[in-house]
Protein backbone atom coordinates (compact mmCIF):
# COMPACT_ATOMS: atom_id res chain seq x y z
CA UNK A 1 0.00 0.00 0.00
CA UNK A 2 1.13 3.59 -0.60
CA UNK A 3 2.13 5.51 2.72
CA UNK A 4 0.21 8.34 1.14
CA UNK A 5 -2.48 7.49 -1.20
CA UNK A 6 -2.43 11.16 -2.41
CA UNK A 7 0.99 10.00 -3.79
CA UNK A 8 0.15 6.84 -5.01
CA UNK A 9 3.76 6.29 -6.17
CA UNK A 10 5.64 7.24 -3.18
CA UNK A 11 6.68 5.07 -0.30
CA UNK A 12 5.04 1.79 0.72
CA UNK A 13 3.95 0.58 4.07
CA UNK A 14 1.95 -3.14 4.47
CA UNK A 15 -1.11 -4.37 6.55
CA UNK A 16 -1.81 -7.88 7.92
CA UNK A 17 -4.82 -9.59 6.62
CA UNK A 18 -6.27 -13.10 7.86
CA UNK A 19 -8.97 -15.17 6.37
CA UNK A 20 -11.70 -16.98 8.15
CA UNK A 21 -13.05 -19.05 5.16
CA UNK A 22 -16.69 -19.32 4.82
CA UNK A 23 -18.02 -23.14 6.03
CA UNK A 24 -19.42 -24.04 3.10
CA UNK A 25 -17.72 -22.59 0.23
CA UNK A 26 -20.44 -23.31 -2.51
CA UNK A 27 -22.97 -21.25 -0.57
CA UNK A 28 -20.55 -18.24 0.70
CA UNK A 29 -22.18 -14.72 -0.08
CA UNK A 30 -18.53 -13.24 -0.63
CA UNK A 31 -16.34 -11.31 2.08
CA UNK A 32 -17.09 -9.32 4.66
CA UNK A 33 -14.17 -7.17 5.91
CA UNK A 34 -14.09 -7.03 9.79
CA UNK A 35 -12.24 -4.50 11.79
CA UNK A 36 -12.91 -5.34 15.74
CA UNK A 37 -11.04 -1.87 17.74
CA UNK A 38 -8.46 -1.10 19.06
CA UNK A 39 -5.50 -3.30 19.27
CA UNK A 40 -4.65 -6.24 16.65
CA UNK A 41 -8.02 -7.92 15.07
CA UNK A 42 -6.06 -10.84 13.93
CA UNK A 43 -4.81 -11.32 17.46
CA UNK A 44 -7.92 -10.76 19.31
CA UNK A 45 -10.23 -13.17 17.27
CA UNK A 46 -7.58 -16.01 17.26
CA UNK A 47 -7.55 -15.54 20.91
CA UNK A 48 -11.32 -15.61 20.82
CA UNK A 49 -12.74 -16.83 17.44
CA UNK A 50 -16.43 -17.16 18.46
CA UNK A 51 -16.66 -13.24 18.71
CA UNK A 52 -16.90 -13.90 15.00
CA UNK A 53 -17.16 -17.20 13.68
CA UNK A 54 -20.68 -17.29 13.63
CA UNK A 55 -20.11 -14.74 10.41
CA UNK A 56 -18.42 -17.88 8.57
CA UNK A 57 -21.92 -19.91 8.29
CA UNK A 58 -22.63 -17.17 5.31
CA UNK A 59 -19.58 -15.15 4.50
CA UNK A 60 -15.45 -15.34 3.99
CA UNK A 61 -14.58 -13.66 6.92
CA UNK A 62 -11.22 -11.59 6.29
CA UNK A 63 -9.57 -9.47 9.22
CA UNK A 64 -8.04 -6.36 8.30
CA UNK A 65 -5.56 -4.50 10.60
CA UNK A 66 -5.32 -0.71 10.42
CA UNK A 67 -1.72 0.19 9.57
CA UNK A 68 0.75 0.16 12.43
CA UNK A 69 -1.22 -2.88 14.15
CA UNK A 70 -0.30 -6.66 12.74
CA UNK A 71 0.03 -9.96 13.93
CA UNK A 72 2.17 -11.26 16.56
CA UNK A 73 6.02 -10.93 15.01
CA UNK A 74 4.80 -9.50 11.56
CA UNK A 75 6.69 -6.68 9.70
CA UNK A 76 3.54 -5.00 9.83
CA UNK A 77 3.23 -3.89 13.47
CA UNK A 78 5.19 -0.89 14.72
CA UNK A 79 6.58 -1.51 18.18
CA UNK A 80 6.95 2.15 20.05
CA UNK A 81 10.07 1.96 22.16
CA UNK A 82 8.25 4.21 25.04
CA UNK A 83 5.01 2.95 26.22
CA UNK A 84 1.82 4.55 26.53
CA UNK A 85 1.65 6.58 29.79
CA UNK A 86 -2.13 5.14 31.73
CA UNK A 87 -4.28 8.02 31.41
CA UNK A 88 -5.41 6.65 35.16
CA UNK A 89 -2.21 8.54 36.28
CA UNK A 90 -4.20 11.91 35.92
CA UNK A 91 -7.41 10.86 37.63
CA UNK A 92 -5.38 9.79 40.93
CA UNK A 93 -2.64 12.83 40.96
CA UNK A 94 -4.37 15.95 40.27
CA UNK A 95 -1.81 18.64 40.57
CA UNK A 96 -0.21 20.39 37.99
CA UNK A 97 2.93 18.51 38.49
CA UNK A 98 1.57 15.48 37.48
CA UNK A 99 -0.02 17.00 34.69
CA UNK A 100 3.23 18.32 32.99
CA UNK A 101 4.92 15.08 34.00
CA UNK A 102 2.34 13.16 31.74
CA UNK A 103 2.11 15.41 28.82
CA UNK A 104 6.29 14.72 29.07
CA UNK A 105 5.78 11.07 28.92
CA UNK A 106 2.95 11.03 26.00
CA UNK A 107 4.79 13.21 23.78
CA UNK A 108 8.03 10.58 24.37
CA UNK A 109 5.67 7.73 23.16
CA UNK A 110 4.60 9.56 20.32
CA UNK A 111 8.22 10.41 19.18
CA UNK A 112 9.08 7.38 19.88
CA UNK A 113 6.53 6.01 17.41
CA UNK A 114 7.62 8.48 15.10
CA UNK A 115 11.12 6.51 14.96
CA UNK A 116 9.78 2.91 14.82
CA UNK A 117 7.11 4.00 12.13
CA UNK A 118 9.67 5.74 9.91
CA UNK A 119 7.89 7.39 6.61
CA UNK A 120 4.68 5.07 7.40
CA UNK A 121 4.27 7.35 10.59
CA UNK A 122 2.63 10.17 8.21
CA UNK A 123 -0.05 7.94 6.90
CA UNK A 124 -0.85 6.63 10.79
CA UNK A 125 -4.56 8.32 10.10
CA UNK A 126 -8.25 6.81 9.20
CA UNK A 127 -8.10 8.38 5.84
CA UNK A 128 -5.07 5.87 4.78
CA UNK A 129 -6.84 3.02 6.01
CA UNK A 130 -10.34 3.78 4.51
CA UNK A 131 -8.25 3.95 1.20
CA UNK A 132 -6.81 0.51 2.09
CA UNK A 133 -10.30 -0.71 2.41
CA UNK A 134 -11.17 0.07 -0.85
CA UNK A 135 -8.04 -1.44 -1.89
CA UNK A 136 -8.89 -4.53 -0.13
CA UNK A 137 -12.37 -4.95 -1.71
CA UNK A 138 -11.34 -4.63 -5.17
CA UNK A 139 -8.58 -7.26 -4.60
CA UNK A 140 -10.98 -9.19 -3.15
CA UNK A 141 -13.11 -8.86 -6.68
CA UNK A 142 -16.12 -7.20 -4.93
CA UNK A 143 -17.88 -4.32 -6.75
CA UNK A 144 -19.15 -2.95 -3.19
CA UNK A 145 -17.43 -3.67 0.26
CA UNK A 146 -19.43 -5.58 3.07
CA UNK A 147 -18.09 -4.28 6.39
CA UNK A 148 -18.41 -4.81 10.08
CA UNK A 149 -17.01 -2.29 12.50
CA UNK A 150 -16.95 -2.42 15.88
CA UNK A 151 -14.71 0.87 18.06
CA UNK A 152 -12.42 2.41 16.35
CA UNK A 153 -13.17 -0.23 13.42
CA UNK A 154 -16.23 1.61 13.16
CA UNK A 155 -14.47 5.00 12.78
CA UNK A 156 -12.76 3.46 9.48
CA UNK A 157 -16.22 2.41 8.34
CA UNK A 158 -17.41 6.16 9.02
CA UNK A 159 -14.21 7.69 6.49
CA UNK A 160 -14.93 4.39 4.24
CA UNK A 161 -18.57 6.14 3.66
CA UNK A 162 -17.31 9.97 3.67
CA UNK A 163 -15.22 8.90 0.55
CA UNK A 164 -16.28 5.69 -1.27
CA UNK A 165 -20.11 6.04 -0.53
CA UNK A 166 -20.64 4.35 -3.75
CA UNK A 167 -18.88 1.44 -3.03
CA UNK A 168 -20.82 0.11 -0.05
CA UNK A 169 -23.27 -2.56 -0.14
CA UNK A 170 -23.55 -2.84 3.47
CA UNK A 171 -21.85 -1.88 6.85
CA UNK A 172 -22.68 -2.52 10.22
CA UNK A 173 -21.08 -0.38 12.79
CA UNK A 174 -21.52 -1.02 16.63
CA UNK A 175 -19.99 1.49 19.59
CA UNK A 176 -19.03 4.20 17.12
CA UNK A 177 -17.10 6.83 18.87
CA UNK A 178 -18.08 10.46 17.86
CA UNK A 179 -15.25 12.67 17.21
CA UNK A 180 -17.52 14.86 15.07
CA UNK A 181 -18.27 17.44 17.80
CA UNK A 182 -16.38 20.95 17.73
CA UNK A 183 -15.29 21.05 20.74
CA UNK A 184 -14.08 18.91 23.43
CA UNK A 185 -16.22 19.88 26.46
CA UNK A 186 -19.19 18.09 25.03
CA UNK A 187 -17.53 15.10 24.10
CA UNK A 188 -16.33 15.01 27.76
CA UNK A 189 -19.54 15.64 29.03
CA UNK A 190 -21.04 12.40 26.99
CA UNK A 191 -18.84 9.74 28.91
CA UNK A 192 -19.03 11.59 31.94
CA UNK A 193 -22.66 10.80 31.91
CA UNK A 194 -22.25 7.24 30.31
CA UNK A 195 -19.92 6.41 33.06
CA UNK A 196 -22.86 7.48 35.49
CA UNK A 197 -25.73 5.81 33.83
CA UNK A 198 -23.23 2.55 34.57
CA UNK A 199 -23.03 2.90 38.11
CA UNK A 200 -26.84 3.29 38.04
CA UNK A 201 -26.95 0.08 36.22
CA UNK A 202 -24.85 -1.34 38.59
CA UNK A 203 -27.08 -0.47 41.33
CA UNK A 204 -30.06 -1.76 39.85
CA UNK A 205 -28.38 -5.07 38.84
CA UNK A 206 -27.12 -5.74 42.27
CA UNK A 207 -30.43 -5.08 43.62
CA UNK A 208 -31.76 -7.85 42.02
CA UNK A 209 -29.54 -10.46 42.64
CA UNK A 210 -29.71 -12.03 46.04
CA UNK A 211 -25.93 -12.97 46.12
CA UNK A 212 -25.14 -9.18 45.97
CA UNK A 213 -23.36 -8.48 49.07
CA UNK A 214 -24.99 -5.24 49.75
CA UNK A 215 -27.78 -5.08 52.10
CA UNK A 216 -28.02 -1.26 51.23
CA UNK A 217 -28.69 0.55 47.60
CA UNK A 218 -25.19 0.42 46.59
CA UNK A 219 -25.09 4.35 45.42
CA UNK A 220 -25.99 4.93 48.88
CA UNK A 221 -23.13 2.55 49.79
CA UNK A 222 -20.72 4.64 47.92
CA UNK A 223 -22.45 8.14 48.79
CA UNK A 224 -21.48 6.59 52.89
CA UNK A 225 -17.90 6.16 52.06
CA UNK A 226 -17.50 9.43 49.95
CA UNK A 227 -18.80 11.15 52.70
CA UNK A 228 -16.25 9.29 55.56
CA UNK A 229 -13.48 9.91 53.36
CA UNK A 230 -10.58 9.45 53.59
CA UNK A 231 -10.87 5.93 54.65
CA UNK A 232 -7.61 4.27 56.58
CA UNK A 233 -5.94 1.50 54.30
CA UNK A 234 -3.16 -0.42 53.24
CA UNK A 235 -0.40 2.10 52.92
CA UNK A 236 -2.35 4.94 52.78
CA UNK A 237 -5.56 6.42 53.32
CA UNK A 238 -8.29 5.54 50.42
CA UNK A 239 -9.31 9.44 49.83
CA UNK A 240 -12.22 10.53 47.88
CA UNK A 241 -10.71 10.27 44.72
CA UNK A 242 -9.39 6.75 44.77
CA UNK A 243 -12.57 5.75 46.13
CA UNK A 244 -13.90 6.96 42.85
CA UNK A 245 -11.46 5.83 40.88
CA UNK A 246 -12.01 2.31 41.75
CA UNK A 247 -15.55 2.03 41.13
CA UNK A 248 -14.63 3.88 37.79
CA UNK A 249 -12.21 0.66 37.27
CA UNK A 250 -15.37 -1.65 38.38
CA UNK A 251 -18.23 -0.39 36.20
CA UNK A 252 -17.44 -3.16 33.44
CA UNK A 253 -19.95 -5.48 33.96
CA UNK A 254 -18.10 -8.34 34.13
CA UNK A 255 -16.40 -6.93 37.41
CA UNK A 256 -19.67 -5.73 39.04
CA UNK A 257 -19.40 -8.90 41.30
CA UNK A 258 -15.93 -8.04 42.66
CA UNK A 259 -17.13 -4.22 42.95
CA UNK A 260 -20.32 -5.37 45.16
CA UNK A 261 -17.84 -7.17 47.29
CA UNK A 262 -14.91 -4.39 47.79
CA UNK A 263 -18.23 -2.19 48.43
CA UNK A 264 -19.48 -4.05 50.80
CA UNK A 265 -15.72 -4.87 52.77
CA UNK A 266 -15.26 -0.96 52.70
CA UNK A 267 -19.02 -0.55 54.06
CA UNK A 268 -17.84 -3.04 56.98
CA UNK A 269 -14.58 -1.28 57.73
CA UNK A 270 -12.10 -2.71 55.28
CA UNK A 271 -11.09 -0.72 52.69
CA UNK A 272 -8.28 -2.89 51.56
CA UNK A 273 -9.96 -4.48 48.31
CA UNK A 274 -11.09 -1.38 46.87
CA UNK A 275 -7.57 0.11 47.59
CA UNK A 276 -6.65 -2.83 45.22
CA UNK A 277 -9.37 -1.62 42.49
CA UNK A 278 -7.88 1.77 42.36
CA UNK A 279 -3.86 0.92 42.71
CA UNK A 280 -4.02 -1.80 40.32
CA UNK A 281 -1.36 -1.81 37.49
CA UNK A 282 -2.28 -1.29 34.07
CA UNK A 283 -2.44 -3.99 32.04
CA UNK A 284 0.56 -5.49 30.10
CA UNK A 285 0.54 -4.34 26.46
CA UNK A 286 2.53 -3.99 23.66
CA UNK A 287 3.45 0.17 22.88
CA UNK A 288 1.81 0.11 19.87
CA UNK A 289 0.48 3.28 18.04
CA UNK A 290 -2.97 2.91 18.34
CA UNK A 291 -3.15 6.46 20.37
CA UNK A 292 -0.71 7.99 17.80
CA UNK A 293 -3.30 6.90 15.50
CA UNK A 294 -6.60 8.03 17.54
CA UNK A 295 -4.56 11.74 18.33
CA UNK A 296 -3.62 11.85 14.37
CA UNK A 297 -7.27 11.52 13.27
CA UNK A 298 -8.78 13.58 15.84
CA UNK A 299 -6.44 15.50 17.65
CA UNK A 300 -9.15 17.61 20.00
CA UNK A 301 -8.07 20.95 21.36
CA UNK A 302 -6.60 19.93 24.66
CA UNK A 303 -7.17 23.07 27.21
CA UNK A 304 -4.75 23.85 29.14
CA UNK A 305 -4.51 22.80 33.12
CA UNK A 306 -6.75 26.05 33.94
CA UNK A 307 -9.24 25.33 31.70
CA UNK A 308 -9.02 22.14 32.17
CA UNK A 309 -10.26 22.51 36.02
CA UNK A 310 -12.92 24.83 35.28
CA UNK A 311 -14.33 21.78 33.13
CA UNK A 312 -13.63 19.01 35.64
CA UNK A 313 -15.98 21.54 37.57
CA UNK A 314 -18.99 21.10 35.06
CA UNK A 315 -18.20 17.22 34.63
CA UNK A 316 -18.61 17.02 38.96
CA UNK A 317 -21.93 19.00 38.41
CA UNK A 318 -23.45 16.94 35.55
CA UNK A 319 -21.79 13.41 36.94
CA UNK A 320 -20.47 13.69 40.97
CA UNK A 321 -19.84 10.71 41.98
CA UNK A 322 -17.21 8.94 39.42
CA UNK A 323 -18.18 10.10 35.63
CA UNK A 324 -16.49 12.89 36.78
CA UNK A 325 -13.15 11.05 36.39
CA UNK A 326 -13.36 10.32 32.88
CA UNK A 327 -12.77 13.89 31.25
CA UNK A 328 -8.69 13.01 32.71
CA UNK A 329 -8.94 9.80 30.84
CA UNK A 330 -10.52 11.27 27.47
CA UNK A 331 -8.15 14.32 27.89
CA UNK A 332 -4.97 12.38 28.46
CA UNK A 333 -4.81 10.35 25.61
CA UNK A 334 -3.44 13.23 23.46
CA UNK A 335 -2.25 15.53 26.05
CA UNK A 336 1.44 16.60 25.40
CA UNK A 337 0.68 15.62 21.27
CA UNK A 338 0.97 18.90 18.76
CA UNK A 339 -0.77 18.74 15.60
CA UNK A 340 -3.65 19.23 13.87
CA UNK A 341 -6.20 16.09 12.64
CA UNK A 342 -5.48 14.78 9.38
CA UNK A 343 -9.30 14.11 8.77
CA UNK A 344 -11.05 16.42 10.09
CA UNK A 345 -14.71 14.90 11.29
CA UNK A 346 -17.49 16.56 9.08
CA UNK A 347 -20.96 15.55 8.63
CA UNK A 348 -21.46 12.11 6.10
CA UNK A 349 -23.07 12.80 2.59
CA UNK A 350 -24.17 9.66 1.29
CA UNK A 351 -27.63 10.72 -1.20
CA UNK A 352 -28.78 7.37 -1.82
CA UNK A 353 -27.52 3.71 -2.08
CA UNK A 354 -25.34 2.73 0.86
CA UNK A 355 -27.40 0.61 4.02
CA UNK A 356 -25.50 1.21 7.52
CA UNK A 357 -27.03 0.06 10.89
CA UNK A 358 -25.68 1.42 13.98
CA UNK A 359 -25.65 -0.35 16.95
CA UNK A 360 -25.81 1.54 20.07
CA UNK A 361 -25.29 0.21 23.28
CA UNK A 362 -26.63 1.67 26.57
CA UNK A 363 -24.01 0.87 28.99
CA UNK A 364 -21.37 2.03 26.93
CA UNK A 365 -19.04 4.03 28.01
CA UNK A 366 -16.25 4.18 24.94
CA UNK A 367 -18.39 5.24 22.29
CA UNK A 368 -21.50 6.76 24.86
CA UNK A 369 -25.00 6.25 23.14
CA UNK A 370 -25.94 10.25 22.69
CA UNK A 371 -22.87 10.84 20.99
CA UNK A 372 -23.15 7.31 19.03
CA UNK A 373 -26.80 8.70 18.13
CA UNK A 374 -25.97 11.76 17.10
CA UNK A 375 -23.15 10.21 14.81
CA UNK A 376 -25.82 7.83 13.34
CA UNK A 377 -28.65 10.50 12.53
CA UNK A 378 -25.62 12.87 9.93
CA UNK A 379 -25.48 9.52 8.38
CA UNK A 380 -28.39 10.35 6.00
CA UNK A 381 -30.49 6.56 5.84
CA UNK A 382 -28.50 4.83 8.61
CA UNK A 383 -30.76 2.49 10.70
CA UNK A 384 -30.54 2.32 14.42
CA UNK A 385 -29.86 -0.37 16.92
CA UNK A 386 -29.89 -0.04 20.59
CA UNK A 387 -29.21 -2.57 23.01
CA UNK A 388 -28.60 -2.55 27.11
CA UNK A 389 -24.95 -4.13 26.98
CA UNK A 390 -21.81 -1.85 26.99
CA UNK A 391 -19.12 -1.56 24.10
CA UNK A 392 -18.30 -4.74 21.96
CA UNK A 393 -21.79 -6.16 22.97
CA UNK A 394 -22.10 -8.42 19.37
CA UNK A 395 -18.38 -9.93 19.69
CA UNK A 396 -18.87 -10.10 23.87
CA UNK A 397 -22.04 -11.90 23.29
CA UNK A 398 -20.41 -14.20 20.65
CA UNK A 399 -17.31 -14.99 23.02
CA UNK A 400 -19.76 -16.05 26.05
CA UNK A 401 -21.51 -18.37 23.67
CA UNK A 402 -24.50 -16.31 23.33
CA UNK A 403 -25.90 -17.37 19.80
CA UNK A 404 -29.49 -16.50 19.83
CA UNK A 405 -29.17 -13.13 21.33
CA UNK A 406 -31.90 -9.96 20.15
CA UNK A 407 -28.74 -8.22 19.19
CA UNK A 408 -26.99 -11.07 17.10
CA UNK A 409 -29.96 -12.12 15.05
CA UNK A 410 -30.89 -8.84 13.84
CA UNK A 411 -27.17 -8.07 12.67
CA UNK A 412 -27.15 -11.12 11.13
CA UNK A 413 -30.82 -10.34 9.39
CA UNK A 414 -29.06 -7.60 7.96
CA UNK A 415 -25.99 -8.23 6.89
CA UNK A 416 -27.38 -11.52 5.06
CA UNK A 417 -30.46 -10.23 3.84
CA UNK A 418 -30.39 -6.55 4.06
CA UNK A 419 -32.91 -6.80 6.83
CA UNK A 420 -32.61 -3.71 9.46
CA UNK A 421 -34.74 -4.05 12.10
CA UNK A 422 -37.90 -2.43 12.63
CA UNK A 423 -37.28 1.23 14.09
CA UNK A 424 -37.04 2.08 18.03
CA UNK A 425 -35.66 -1.80 18.33
CA UNK A 426 -34.35 -1.96 21.51
CA UNK A 427 -32.74 -5.54 22.32
CA UNK A 428 -32.41 -6.43 25.94
CA UNK A 429 -29.59 -6.48 28.19
CA UNK A 430 -28.06 -10.21 27.11
CA UNK A 431 -24.54 -9.76 29.14
CA UNK A 432 -25.46 -7.92 32.41
CA UNK A 433 -28.11 -10.77 32.71
CA UNK A 434 -25.68 -13.68 32.88
CA UNK A 435 -23.33 -12.11 35.72
CA UNK A 436 -23.69 -13.83 38.87
CA UNK A 437 -22.52 -12.68 42.38
Known sequence: MPVDWARPGGARTEIDLARMPARDPVRSMGALVVNTGEGSTVQGVRQRPDTVSELARWFDVVLVEPRGIGDRGSPAMVRCSVPQPDPRRLQMAPGRAAWRAYARDNAAYDRSCRIAAGPAYAGLTSWQV???LDALRAALGERRLRYFGNGYGAVYGQAYLELFPRRVERMYLEGVPDHGEPGVGRRLIAHARAAERQLARFRDWCA???GCPLDDDAVSVLDGLLDGAPLPGPGRTLDDRRIAAAVFAGLVPRRWPELARALSAAEAGDPGPLAAMADEPPPVAPATVTRSMLC????PAVPGYRRFLAMEER???VAPRVGWLSGRYEVGRC???SGRPAWPPRPVHLGKGPSVLVGIGRLDTVGPA???????ARIPGATTLWHGDGH???LEQGAAKLRATCLRARVHAYLVNGRPPPPRTLCPAELTAGHGS
Do not use: T
Not at 296 to 299: E, L, N
Open 335 to 337: LGL
Open 130 to 132: AHD
Open 392 to 394: GAY
Open 315 to 317: LRA
Open 296 to 299: HDFM
Open 370 to 376: SASARLA
Open 208 to 210: AHL
